[in-house]
């Protein structure tokens, strides 16, 4: 069986892939198993090494990783470079970072005793990575658990096999291994069967909460831990003090980023009252004013949606938020000519319980909602099952971090777009999931926190207790 990538842009077939077999995979999991057992016990400065060629890797070969991401998903192409020094970002990180996180952490406990913490490696871990940020989600996986000692075998979204493989030959490039990062080319039906392979340990999987509910069901009944990194309907709160230009030029980049297309994208924007009709005004037109394209071309601000089902359903979302009272300012329907494309979109006056305002709208859809004030615009944010990013804009600081605390997020951003970053920790709560990735945090997840009780002195056996 072969998997085939399309041009999202064109309809074009990029290129065409061999499926795994199931020979294959087996041969696969024994031979990350295998390579396991030697690379847990290589030193971790032999690791951060090989992570720091991997960036070279990635930075050498920008161009080439920047394209095929283009073409397998079409993200505008400099947003795409920009990934690629993103993930050659967090493998700096963790190669200078990673001995220091996973040191061994001595604790004060019994005075006749040396107590430390020591943190392992698990094992062989399965990630179910999407389509969206073909490379970065995936770097921020592998290079923290490669650095930990971990081996990683890697099931991508179908649509983009190429940059599976190539992420593949980014880390034999860099000299890992064999089977130290493997990619399976296999069918969403077969997850549950690696899953409850004995010598997977652990998985991840980025996606939406329906996958991860279905990720931690398997994974729970094997008693396998777990991180889910699962959807997103993140509110962006303008408050009457906003600073107002810096706000609707980030409102439309956080919402048209990588084409409207991230579980981080501002979607729901909530604005007191006072400067609702300024703001929805200026950032209809600037939305207006952006330009839908070839994502080739460096002029292109906003390119086609990764497959035309996902398009054809956030259509749907929209048409039936509109015919429910939803009032439509801007876009909404697919436009008349090849390729995948959904203009820039802005919906207001939304109604309750309508896609627009319950389900998260996985492309370049803005629903902006009116409130009378600070209150109402924190009810208003948090009147979501998910809870993945929030951000607020005002000119009070103290006003924005009081908001920011009470957002029922993972992140919460004053005065900026919600983002991932290396140095800080990066998740969700609610159905937005569980676990965190990136900083110290995402190198612990999937190690075994090993407490080592040293006894100094044996003593009385009397005065020993279990």
């Given at each position: ?6 041009n999202p842009a064109t309809g074009d077939v990029v290129d065409s892939f061999e499926a795994t077999s199931d020979e294959e995979r087996e041969a ?207 509110p962006f709160v303008v408050l009457e003090d906003a600073p107002m230009d810096e706000a609707v030029e980030t409102a439309v980049q956080a919402r ?211």
């Amino acid at each position: 069986m072969s998997i085939e990538s399309t041009n999202p842009a064109t309809g074009d077939v990029v290129d065409s892939f061999e499926a795994t077999s199931d020979e294959e995979r087996e041969a696969r999991l024994e031979r990350a198993t295998e390579t396991f057992a030697e690379w847990s016990e290589t030193p971790i400065e032999t690791r951060q090494r090989l992570l720091a060629r991997a960036a070279d890797v990635l930075r050498k070969n920008t161009d080439e990783y920047a394209e095929l991401m283009t073409e397998e998903m079409g993200k505008p192409i400099g947003q795409a470079r920009d990934e690629v020094a993103k993930c050659a970002w967090v493998c700096d990180y963790y190669a200078q970072n990673a001995a220091q996180h996973l040191q061994d952490e001595v604790i004060a406990g019994d005075e006749s005793a040396r107590t430390v913490v020591a943190y392992q490696p698990l094992g062989p871990v399965l990630a179910i990575m999407p389509w969206n940020f073909p490379f970065w989600q995936v770097f921020r996986f592998a290079a923290p658990n490669l650095a930990a000692g971990n081996v990683g075998l890697l099931k991508h979204a179908s649509n983009v096999p190429g940059c599976a493989r190539a992420i593949e030959d980014v880390f034999d490039q860099a000299g890992f291994p064999d089977g130290a990062f493997t990619s399976l080319l296999i069918d969403s039906s077969e997850i549950d069967a690696v899953i409850e392979d004995d010598r997977i340990r652990a998985v991840t999987i980025t996606g939406s909460d329906a996958a991860g509910r279905a990720v931690a069901e398997t994974a729970g009944s094997q008693l396998k831990k777990s991180v889910l990194e699962l959807g997103g309907s993140d509110p962006f709160v303008v408050l009457e003090d906003a600073p107002m230009d810096e706000a609707v030029e980030t409102a439309v980049q956080a919402r048209l980023i990588n084409n409207g297309q991230s579980c981080i994208a501002a979607k729901r924007f909530v604005v007191v009252d006072d400067v609702y009709d300024e703001f929805v005004d200026r950032f209809i037109d600037e939305m207006a004013a952006q330009t839908v394209g070839d994502p080739m071309d460096e002029a292109t601000d906003l390119g086609p949606q990764a497959r035309p089902d996902l398009m054809e359903e956030l259509h749907e979302q929209v048409a039936e938020t509109v015919e429910q009272g939803g009032e439509l300012e801007l876009g909404g329907e697919p436009m008349d000519r090849d390729g995948a494309y959904y203009p820039p979109t802005v919906i207001t006056d939304v109604p309750e319980n309508t896609p627009a305002d319950r389900e998260e709208l996985f492309g370049p859809v803005a629903s902006v909602f009116r409130v009378p004030d600070e209150d109402a615009a924190i009810e208003k944010a948090n009147d979501t099952r998910f809870g993945l990013g929030a951000s607020v804009w005002t000119e009070d600081l103290e006003r924005g971090e009081r908001v920011a605390r009470q957002f029922e997020s993972g992140l919460a951003f004053v005065n900026e777009l919600v983002k991932s970053d290396p140095r800080l920790p990066f998740g969700g709560v609610k159905d937005s999931g569980y676990g965190r990735e990136l900083a110290e945090h995402g190198i612990t997840e999937f190690v075994n926190t090993k407490t080592i009780w040293i006894q100094q002195d044996a003593g009385d056996e009397a005065d020993r207790v279990e």
